[in-house]
């Protein structure tokens, strides 16, 4: 069975820095595409970033783009998302996300991922 599970979540003020991780276990994940969604209070769950397991090619959503870094360890299962230049509207609970079948780095929606971990909450102080 596999488990996905996110820590390093927390409070930040505006202009700070995070770095959530993700450990996944119960399979071998070696072509796995792992991603990020958030979501924040009253809306929809939202595309962060996501990394293809063999390549390393990565995708991110525009309001994250050059600010988020998301990068993945294949020996030890984990995939990490490095947030630079944090603003309010970042505040949200992150999921990660993974699933073995192969997902376009272009596809952002959340539906093709079967895996979900429990979610850490981000919450960034202006």
């Known amino acids: 069975q596999v488990h996905l599970v996110e820590s390093g979540g927390g409070l930040v003020q505006a202009g700070g820095s995070l770095t959530l991780s993700c450990a996944a276990s119960?399979?071998?994940?070696?072509?796995?595409?792992m991603a990020w969604f958030r979501q924040a209070p009253g809306k929809e769950r939202e595309f962060v970033a996501h990394?293809?397991?063999?390549?390393?090619?990565?995708y991110y959503a525009e309001p994250v783009k050059g600010r988020f870094t998301i990068s993945r360890d294949n020996a030890k299962n984990t995939v990490s998302l490095q947030m630079n230049t944090l603003k309010p509207e970042d505040t949200a609970v992150y999921y990660c996300?993974?699933?073995?079948?192969?997902?376009?780095?272009?596809?952002?929606?959340?539906?093709?991922?079967?895996?979900w971990g429990q979610g850490t909450q981000v919450t960034v102080s202006s």
């Open positions: 996300a993974a699933d073995p079948r192969p997902i376009s780095l272009y596809d952002t929606s959340s539906s093709p991922y079967g895996y």
């Open positions: 119960g399979r071998t994940f070696s072509t796995w595409t």
């Open positions: 990394i293809s397991w063999t390549s390393g090619n990565a």
